[in-house]
């Protein structure tokens, strides 16, 4: 089974920016296509950006996020990151990765196609 395990959340001020990442063991990442999703407190959990595997590697974002965040893989560390700048106290959450075994397309923010889940990390944006 992948694990997944989410680093690089903290508290930042807004207008500043984070580097998250999404690492597994065991399993390379090269195949899976890797999603970022969030939950604020008393929200459903959303989609916020999506990359698919190597051999395609497309991206889709939220339109609340684009143009301020950036996903991308690093398949020498089998990493996946999310840069988030511009922050804004909105995008207050816990972030999770999640893997999916197939490509995914426009429907990439369906919690129902991903296979595997990190255990979150909060980010807080706050002055």
């Known amino acids: 089974q992948v694990q997944l395990v989410e680093s690089g959340g903290g508290l930042v001020q807004p207008g500043g920016s984070l580097r998250l990442s999404c690492a597994a063991s065991?399993?390379?990442?090269?195949?899976?296509?890797i999603g970022w999703f969030r939950q604020a407190p008393g929200k459903e959990r959303e989609g916020v950006s999506c990359i698919n595997s190597h051999s395609d590697g497309s991206t889709y974002y939220a339109d609340s996020v684009k143009g301020r965040f950036t996903i991308s893989r690093d398949n020498a560390k089998n990493t996946v990151y999310l840069q988030m700048n511009s922050l804004k106290p909105e995008d207050t959450a816990v972030y999770y990765c999640a893997a999916a075994l197939r490509p995914l397309g426009t429907n990439w923010y369906t919690r129902g196609l991903y296979d595997y889940w990190g255990q979150g990390t909060q980010v807080t944006v706050s002055s």
């Open positions: 065991r399993y390379t990442l090269d195949y899976y296509a």
